[in-house]
């Protein structure tokens, strides 16, 4: 059974770090496509970032750019999240998703496409304080 667990959430002041990781297990660690998304209260869920073995390029979204790094070490199965410079508006609950069907490229479609992601790992929560 394939299986994602996402790691590090918590509480941070603005301006603070965290690093989120996100541990797979139940199929090969060497074709895939591992995004992160988050959901803040009262807000559609929505695509951070992701990264491809396909890919030479991680996707990020504008609103994480030059803040956030997604990374991967297939070695430990995991993919990290290191985010810098928190705000108060990246608090929410963040989820990784997995896409190895029908290929293994991140599904970004203007934005990160959550539709087209199969496999979702329980959330962790982040909160920024002001």
């Known amino acids: 059974e394939v299986q994602l667990q996402a790691f590090g959430g918590g509480l941070v002041q603005a301006g603070g770090s965290l690093n989120l990781s996100c541990t797979a297990s139940?199929?090969?660690?060497?074709?895939?496509?591992i995004g992160w998304f988050r959901q803040a209260p009262g807000k559609e869920r929505e695509g951070v970032s992701c990264i491809s073995t396909k890919e030479r390029s991680p996707y990020y979204d504008w609103s994480v750019k030059g803040r956030f790094t997604i990374s991967s070490d297939n070695a430990r199965n995991t993919v990290y999240l290191q985010m810098n410079s928190l705000k108060p508006d990246d608090t929410a609950i963040y989820y990784c998703?997995?896409?190895?069907?029908?290929?293994?490229?991140?599904?970004?479609?203007?934005?990160?496409?959550?539709?087209?992601?199969?496999?979702w790992g329980k959330g962790t929560q982040v909160t920024v304080s002001s």
């Open positions: 998703a997995l896409r190895t069907v029908p290929d293994a490229l991140c599904p970004v479609y203007r934005v990160l496409n959550q539709h087209g992601m199969h496999t």
């Open positions: 139940g199929f090969t660690f060497d074709n895939y496509a």
